[in-house]
């Protein structure tokens, strides 16, 4: 951004300002601006600063005396223009000027071959000259620049609609105020990049927070999520936030034009050789001329996808040596107009394609194992670690399962492990490393009472895990509450699990009748609980009492029972008393209702407690009736068909998904069979598209071609 001329002559105006700061004077404030917004770029964006904090300090000081002096001399790209006072920021969507889609994901060299293969045929080349950049891994955001000014920060959202986070993002100095576009006759832009928090930001934050007695952040990449949606745009400032601009999604000269349409002529005689607005490549130097941290000396361009697969390779190998977290590389069609000419998916762009490292793995210690008990009884043993970093993730505590698998990996108190983030997500114990031992290892023994209530463990026949049976368990009492207000069961808002457990461990709250009988007035007493927060739970509880019946149904906890089982059961009755003349034969004639859940279900409805319990629910208000009415806007487009959705949805909610299907007279189902008419794949799926494809009759679509369907 700034030449070799105009470096010697900041310097020289900083030691001139420097020698004498006091007369400065107001003649000079817009000078005394440049100087400072030179050594932020420095500082924030080349990560080379030419100026000590405290030298740096002084002037921002006194371009903030001069400003307070004669406000009318302050510019809205002002450095003291960063600085948020806001402690009651609202944060309200905004439309993108374009959608941000996903990528789609590859994972080995056969992915991006066969990337490689579609884009020739869809451009009818031999050869594609691709551009290649790190897949950052941070918090995605958008950026309006109108007639050089930032106007618009926010979060990526559902793609087409964000939060406006502006004051926030001008807390992040490598985001320019200002931008010089329209030496480029560029009067709108937006641009896509990734707010990151660096490892070494990270771990003295961290630091900070272990001085002060508080629990430390999971991951930079949650840091930086995280602080985007603060209310104290201070605090956002204080986390040290790095940005990353990396894609011009859409630009405007004289009037507003489709991302399409590219400048062809560009204003600058030296614009056409760079092309700038005419490939990728020349993109990201086009933010790094204008003062963005573009990753400029992080790409590379190449030809054919035997350079792209040599490239993603060695940079894998080079991962841990950056600055920062990145889980991939992000290859990209380099030239504009054979972009345009390949289009897009309503999910993905077809001429980018992101391809993931393999799961990250580190060795460390198992000092412990803790015994949890979970709402159904079930007693699962947690692995204590040595912390570890590992794939942006600091790890030290392991689900090991059951007391067969402790056994089959051969693990032992003081053993050295080896972990791994199974696709940069749920770390698990690989193995353990015998070799390593040195006598001083102990074995892990199940307990035979519960840790909690002390009574006698039992296992089922058939199956790995132990459970206690004691209902009054008071471990599973408070998991039993936290599931009942979760979000898929009854969506109680503003009652966490946090929450669920202070009020039982306080005395206010001792089974799932009593959330609806909460002493409010006591509540108050509590630190942190005023009046608009007492009023909003209340108002919470009071919805819940409308909840759909089969929300209520999934809500009771009943073992098997999940949500689309739960909708099985509420759509075959009227009232929920109804289940409790039902025999374990007359469930099993329902859809998809085997000997397992039948037997749970009707077991369930066997007990007087829970008979008891949910006669209370009724006489509080709760809704046990199911209308079996259906939308204004159902069809029976579906009727007769079934449907199950497997991996991650990105445009649609599963809930809604499923809520759609039985909208338009279709069925969820449980799991893959031969009744299976439709598998709706999304990401990273798993098992059941493996078990679906040896199955003839069952149709597998994707998500977008799902939305086709349901029309």
Known sequence: MYSEKQTKDFQQQTKTFLQDIAIISAREINVLRDVLRFHEHRYYV??????????????????????????????????????????????????????MLSLDNSYNAEDLIDFDRKAKELTGLDVIEYCIEPKFDGASISLIYENDMLTRGATRGDGVEGEDITTNIKQIRSIPLSAPFSKYGVQQIEIRGEIL???????????????????????????????????????????????FLYHVSYYSDDKRKPAAERIEEPHDADLQDEKLLQTHAGSLKLLWDCGFRSPQKEKKVVKGIDEVIKHVSDFEAMRDDLPYE???????????????????????????????????????????????VGRTGAVTPVAKLDPVHIGGVTVSSISIHNEDYIKEKDLKIGDSVLIERA???????????????D??????????????????????????????????????????IIHFVSKDAMDIKSFGEANVRKFYELGLL???????????????????????????????????????????????????????????????????????????????QLEDIGV???????????????????????????????????TATGTDTLQGQTFLFTGSLTKLKRSDAEAMVEEHGGKILSGVSSKLNYLVVGEDAGSKLEKAKKINTVKIITEDEFITLIG
């Open 439 to 480: 006598g001083q290892e102990q074995n892990i023994d199940f307990p035979k009472s519960c840790p909690v209530c002390k009574s006698e463990l039992y296992k089922e026949e058939g199956e790995a895990v132990w459970r206690c049976i004691n209902i009054e368990c008071p471990a599973q009492v408070v998991e039993r």
């Open 46 to 99: 080349m990560n080379d600063p030419l100026l000590a904090d405290y030298e740096y300090d002084q002037l921002f000081k006194q371009l903030e005396k001069l400003e307070k002096e004669d406000p009318s001399l302050v510019t809205p790209d002002s450095p003291t223009q960063r600085v948020g006072s806001s402690l009651n920021q609202n944060f309200t969507t905004v439309q993108h000027l374009v959608p």
């Open 596 to 630: 397992k859940v039948a037997q749970s279900v009707y077991k369930f409805f066997s007990n007087a407690q829970n008979i008891e319990m949910l006669k209370h629910l009724q006489q509080l208000g709760l809704n046990f009736t199911n209308t079996k009415k259906q």
């Open 197 to 243: 928090m660096s490892k070494s930001a990270f771990a003295k934050y961290n630091e900070g927070l272990a001085e002060q007695g508080l629990p430390p952040l999971a991951n930079p990449r949650n840091a930086a999520s995280g602080s985007l949606r603060m209310k104290d745009p201070k605090e956002v400032g204080r986390r040290n936030l790095e940005a």
């Open 326 to 372: 990145i889980d991939g590389m992000v290859v990209k069609v380099n030239d504009f107009a054979l972009q345009d000419q390949m289009g897009m998916t309503t999910h993905h762009p077809r001429w980018a394609i992101a391809y993931k490292f393999k799961a990250r793995q580190a060795t460390t210690k198992l000092r412990a194992v803790e015994f949890q």
């Open 423 to 437: 696709g940069d997500v749920i770390p698990q114990i690989v193995k353990s490393l015998p070799d390593a031992r």
């Open 510 to 588: 001792k089974d799932i009748p009593g959330i609806y009988e909460l002493d409010f007035s006591k509540i108050s007493e509590l630190e942190g609980f005023g009046k608009k927060s007492i009023d909003n739970l209340q108002a919470a509880i009071e919805a819940s009492k409308q909840q759909p019946l089969h929300r209520l149904v999934y809500a009771l906890g009943i073992r098997y029972v999940g949500e689309t089982t739960a909708k099985t059961l509420a759509n075959a009755i009227s009232d929920l008393f109804e289940l409790e003349t039902k025999t374990e034969e007359d469930l099993q």
